[in-house]
């Protein structure tokens, strides 16, 4: 699951400040389309394995990053593969798997919190009408609310099945939604009373 | 401490919550009884300001107070999945203390003395989502705790928590020094409180010790 991405450790990649690590995130992304090619994309897979190996990741967080997007990577690589040829399929699925990978190197060395700080740094010069803490704690809630909302999500799909429903998309939704809200409503409350402004 | 609500209604739309509620409250341990949609969970977000009045105010110590109930006055949620924000519990536990731009160590030393006082040390490097139900009402007090209020409110804290998760809370509860104001369906749970409030459509209509207070919901609920 996303926000369990985060492993514990003391590595000098936990150490480095998550603004420098997203800006790093983003410069080896934009390089990674921009200066196309086996020889790039390969240096970048590299980069990724030694940071890696730096920060303590094992073979299962590579596999635990890459399986959800496995059915897409799929998707692109056939497709790909009928509309250019099967090598040029390959370094686009590789590329693909490599800016995950990037970006997992960042989640599972930053807490979420390091994250807000790091998002709060990068708007200190926005103006001032920008919600800074805001845009912050809405980053943090994102990841927060993941597994709260697939597991609602699950409690909704039990209690439809239960009643025949389980395949019918108005009956999932609009419980998912409405208990969405409310807690979205009750989580602002909660917010409030413990001294956000 | 005390806490009195003077001439306190809260309207919602047309329709009318909590009625001319007057009441001043210097006991350590309140409890707040009622039937479900009788506004005893309105009454107990006044405390902390989540809730304003349409009309009356509220005291703190004599002192009309508004804007700075929340400084004074915490509150836990019935589920503490809707109170919990950051993915990893001392991230989360920090969270409330960094509102208040404290030091880096100010919030340390808060989120270890917490902790340390409810036995729950071990618990500081999990991740929110894979505690059991019990652990994320205490982490959720925990939350609380740091922020060191002089007043905790609870609305219905035990109903998502087995027995023995409700009795190990019910015994927090008890022991935490500051005055706290617990909203409960478990009369049992509030036998060994000092004051009973019992809200029945929008109004207190018994107040007293739990014995009196308690029996006579009770009788009413045969009615």
């Known amino acids: 699951m996303l926000t369990d991405l985060y492993v514990f450790g003391d590595s000098p990649l936990h150490?480095?400040?998550?603004?420098?690590?997203?800006?790093?995130?983003?410069?080896?992304?934009t390089l990674l389309f921009i200066l196309e090619g086996w020889p790039m994309v390969s240096l970048g897979g590299a980069l990724v394995a030694l940071c890696f190996a730096l920060s303590g990741l094992r073979l299962r967080?590579?596999?635990?990053a890459l399986r959800p997007a496995l059915w897409i990577l799929l998707v692109i690589f056939l497709v790909q593969t009928y509309l250019t040829d099967i090598l040029f399929a390959s370094f686009v699925v590789f590329r693909f798997a490599v800016l995950i990978l990037a970006a997992t190197v960042v989640t599972a060395t930053t807490r979420t919190s390091e994250m807000v700080d790091g998002i709060l740094a990068g708007l200190r010069f926005a103006p001032s009408w920008v919600p800074?803490?805001?845009?912050?704690?809405?980053?943090?809630?994102?990841?927060?609310?993941?597994?709260?909302v697939l597991s609602v999500f699950q409690d909704v799909r039990q209690a439809q099945r239960a009643r025949g429903l389980d395949r019918n998309m108005i009956a999932l939704l609009v419980p998912l939604v409405v208990r969405t809200l409310k807690t979205a409503d009750e989580v602002a409350q909660a917010i409030h009373a413990r001294s956000f402004d | 401490?005390?806490?009195?609500?003077?001439?306190?209604?809260?309207?919602?739309?047309?329709?009318?919550?909590?009625?001319?509620?007057?009441?001043?409250?210097?006991?350590?341990?309140?409890?707040?009884?009622?039937?479900?949609?009788?506004?005893?969970?309105?009454?107990?977000r006044l405390f902390n300001g989540i809730e304003t009045p349409t009309s009356g105010k509220l005291l703190l110590d004599g002192v009309p107070e508004?804007?700075?109930?929340?400084?004074?006055?915490?509150?836990?949620?019935?589920?503490?999945?809707?109170?919990?924000?950051?993915?990893?519990?001392?991230?989360?536990?920090?969270?409330?203390?960094?509102?208040?731009k404290l030091s880096?160590?100010?919030?340390?030393?808060?989120?270890?003395?917490?902790?340390?006082?409810?036995?729950?040390e071990h618990l500081r490097n999990r991740f929110t989502h894979q505690l059991s139900g019990g652990e994320k009402q205490m982490?959720?007090?925990?939350?609380?705790?740091?922020?060191?209020?002089?007043?905790?409110?609870f609305d219905e804290p035990t109903t998502l928590l087995d027995l023995w998760n409700k009795q190990t809370f019910m015994a927090m509860i008890t022991d935490l020094p500051q005055h706290v104001v617990?909203?409960?369906h478990d009369l049992e749970l509030l036998r060994g409180f000092d004051r009973i409030l019992h809200i029945e459509a929008g109004r207190i209509v018994a107040d007293g010790d739990p014995a009196s207070v308690i029996d006579g919901y009770i009788a009413s609920s045969r009615c």
């Open chain 2, 104 to 120: 880096k160590t100010e919030i340390e030393e808060r989120i270890v003395d917490a902790m340390r006082q409810l036995g729950l």
């Open chain 1, 132 to 148: 800074k803490n805001q845009i912050a704690l809405g980053v943090s809630l994102c990841l927060r609310f993941i597994p709260l």
């Open chain 2, 66 to 100: 508004r804007k700075n109930l929340r400084r004074h006055v915490g509150f836990v949620f019935q589920n503490p999945d809707n109170q919990i924000v950051y993915p990893i519990v001392e991230e989360d536990l920090a969270f409330g203390l960094r509102n208040l």
């Open chain 2, 139 to 153: 982490i959720a007090l925990v939350g609380v705790l740091v922020m060191r209020p002089r007043m905790i409110v």
């Open chain 2, 1 to 44: 401490m005390n806490i009195e609500f003077a001439d306190v209604t809260v309207k919602k739309g047309d329709v009318i919550v909590l009625e001319d509620i007057s009441i001043r409250l210097s006991e350590r341990r309140v409890g707040v009884i009622g039937r479900n949609g009788s506004g005893k969970s309105t009454f107990a």
């Open chain 1, 61 to 64: 967080h590579v596999v635990a």
């Open chain 1, 15 to 29: 150490r480095i400040r998550p603004g420098v690590k997203i800006l790093a995130l983003v410069l080896v992304c």
């Open chain 2, 182 to 184: 617990v909203v409960s």
